[in-house]
């Protein structure tokens, strides 16, 4: 399996700079995972696709203002991003330009009330570094830090809520859970008095979501891990739908490849948490999943390959293609699919 054979032409003019003022409005593509046919929607009209004893599932992490600029003794201005947390003052971190920033190298934020220094060189070229400060440090970083957004994204960002969830909770992404950010409070409160379940997973979304796959062959691609937890109450909520005749159906590629990970070869969630590195592409046997409701994603990444597999890379290829014909907004601020 190549890589090259998840690429499709896409216009940059189709890549979503900014996001939609009512969150439910944005446009969304039903594929029939079975025979490859698509329905143009609108988001809030996903109701009438999904059934009582149906279970959501989300992901409710919550991005945090992880872009730093930090100040060297040089005077020199250099840009970190928070990638993971390893421990109470310790971060992997992307660093531009890095050459500036060796091991022993220190940095001060804002008007001194954080430092750095770096400790170590970690997966190619990210720096460890530890923090020192006094206080709460996720106060600290709400005044200091920026939102993350993708660099697909030039425009820039009025509320940075919108590069949240509206039930995000769990803070640690260096991203957003992109499905997710279609649902309104509303429309939640719709889907419940509906019947539809909802459960919730947390997967802190790194950036090696989205980087690009670099090898030619598709099976030489390595994961970057994410932390993920699940706690026993939505275990059982997920596991009694699926006892039940009920679909879960996730909301997003980040919380399928959390419910994949946890499941054991019946299909059984319980509760847990970890690191996960999983891959998913054509050919995988989904253990849980039975729907998926996605945005549109990169050429020849990961999330492609993922969706395809739980319908096809003809079916979904040929989707992309009616998607940009119909002028379809593409990636974290795009329409949706939602795939049965």
């Not at 001060?108 to 954080?114: C, D, E, I």
């Not at 997973?201 to 979501?209: F, K, N």
């Amino acid at each position: 399996m190549r890589t090259k054979d998840f690429y499709f032409d896409l216009p940059e003019a189709l890549i979503a700079q900014v996001p939609l003022e009512d969150r439910s409005e944005s446009r969304l593509m039903v594929l029939d995972r079975q025979t490859g046919d698509v329905t143009h929607k609108i988001f809030k009209e996903i109701q009438a696709y999904l059934k009582s004893g149906d279970c959501l599932v989300l992901n409710n992490t919550k991005v945090i203002p992880a872009r730093l600029f930090g100040t060297k003794d040089t005077g020199a201005v250099i840009e970190f991003l928070l990638l993971k947390r390893i421990s109470e003052r310790r971060w992997e971190t992307l660093v531009k330009p890095g050459r500036k920033a060796k091991i022993g190298a220190t940095f001060t934020f804002g008007a001194g009330q954080l430092t750095c220094e770096v400790v170590a060189i970690g997966d190619e070229g990210s720096r460890i570094i530890e923090f020192m400060y006094e206080g709460i440090f996720e106060t600290i970083l709400d005044e200091l830090g920026n939102m993350p957004l993708p660099p697909y994204i030039t425009a820039k960002l009025d509320d940075p809520k919108r590069y949240n969830t509206v039930y995000a909770k769990h803070d640690g992404s260096a991203a957003a859970p992109t499905a997710g950010l279609h649902f309104t409070e509303a429309l939640m409160t719709s889907l419940k008095a509906q019947g539809v379940k909802i459960a919730y997973v947390t997967l802190h979304v790194g950036l090696g979501t989205f980087r690009p796959v670099k090898v030619d062959d598709v099976l030489n691609h390595k994961m970057h891990s994410e932390f993920y937890m699940l706690d026993a109450e939505n275990a059982e909520l997920i596991n009694r739908t699926k006892a039940e005749g009920g679909r879960v159906i996730s909301v997003g590629t980040t919380s399928t490849r959390t419910i994949e990970t946890i499941a054991n070869e019946y299909g059984k969630l319980v509760e847990a948490s970890g690191w996960t590195e999983i891959f998913i592409y054509p050919g995988y046997e989904f253990k849980v999943i039975d729907g998926l409701i996605t945005n549109f994603h990169l050429p020849e990444s990961t999330l492609i390959m993922l969706v395809s597999a739980l319908s096809s890379k003809e079916h979904v290829l040929k989707a992309y293609e009616i998607a940009v014909a119909e002028q379809y907004r593409f990636f974290s601020f795009g329409d949706a699919m939602l795939i049965l």
